[in-house]
């Protein structure tokens, strides 16, 4: 009779633990990104302001949508180059070197960040840029991020680039106006400036 008890009880929790598995696979199928993407709508419902209190978001828009194929001929010779292995100075060369095509800033930005991070000042600068909210150049897929371009121009200055002096200038006038007007990272990124 126990044996019988003991077999039934390990029959129900293997039947158990079946449904968890299937439960919990079904859940993982309904709910996975199944390659799609989905950006959130243009103007999503936000808590709302009090009167007369400024934003406290940047005003960064986001960067463009690549118009390019993910595997785009100039990105995938620039990763190419990049597993075969490359000095920083020839990366930082050929970024300058690479055609004028729509997937050029994010295969340039590639090669400058690996040639800012092997110590390659002028590089340092040029990722700098690519972050810089204060600048019109084009940085293909690189969201604008002032505490990044911040962090990469004090690289660049202290490796001797010494123009990022300017770059910082400019980008300070543009943190200051941005945390004038309530941009809490802004006013964060201000207030740690030495």
Known sequence: MQDRMRKASLLWIAITALALVAVIWAGYWLFKDHGE????PASSPSLPKM??????QAEINPPPKPTYAPDAPVLEQARQVLR?????AEAFAM????????ERAD???LLLEYAAESGNAEAAMA???????????????????PAQAFEWYQIALAGGATESRNRLTDLRRWVVASAENGAADAQALLDAWP
């Open 37 to 40: 993407e989905t950006l959130p």
């Open 51 to 56: 009167a007369n209190l400024p934003s406290k």
């Open 84 to 88: 075969e292995g490359i000095t920083p």
């Open 95 to 102: 970024a300058a070197t690479l055609p004028d095509k729509p």
């Open 107 to 109: 295969a340039a930005f």
């Open 127 to 145: 990722v700098g840029e690519y972050y810089d909210p204060s600048l019109e150049l084009p940085s293909g897929s690189i969201r604008k991020n």
